[in-house]
């Protein structure tokens, strides 16, 4: 099994900035692809963002229509660890980030994972 803990949420003003981390543990060699997901209270989880894991040539990153030019997904797959750094932050933004692990980009986006991390809280205020 896959172990996935998030890091790095907060409190932040509108207009700021903060980077989540996502530290992968146990049996990841089979995982091809890690994302993260956001879930607001009385709302469905949304897909923010995802990343290959390991392999291939040329990549894109996939991110949510409202995230394009304000989120960033990276990884280090030495660390077994994937980043959402998040800027220019809004209020519409606050809700508990899931880290998730999933065979590729495109199960991903249909909400199709192996593993989700506990959640970190991110509160944006105005």
């Known amino acids: 099994q896959v172990q996935l803990v998030e890091s790095g949420g907060g409190l932040v003003q509108a207009g700021g900035s903060l980077r989540l981390s996502c530290a992968a543990s146990?049996?990841?060699?089979?995982?091809?692809?890690m994302g993260w997901f956001r879930q607001a209270p009385g709302k469905e989880r949304e897909f923010v963002a995802a990343i290959r894991w390991h392999g291939g040539v040329t990549y894109y990153p996939d991110y949510a229509d409202s995230m394009k030019g304000r989120f960033t997904i990276s990884r280090d797959i030495a660390k077994n660890t994937v980043y959402l750094e998040m800027n220019s932050l809004k209020p519409e933004d606050t809700a508990v980030y899931y880290c998730?692990?999933?065979?590729?980009?495109?199960?991903?986006?249909?909400?199709?994972?192996?593993?989700w991390g506990q959640g970190t809280q991110v509160t944006v205020s105005s």
């Open positions: 146990g049996s990841i060699v089979s995982i091809n692809a």
């Open positions: 998730a692990a999933g065979d590729s980009i495109a199960t991903m986006l249909q909400r199709m994972v192996h593993a």
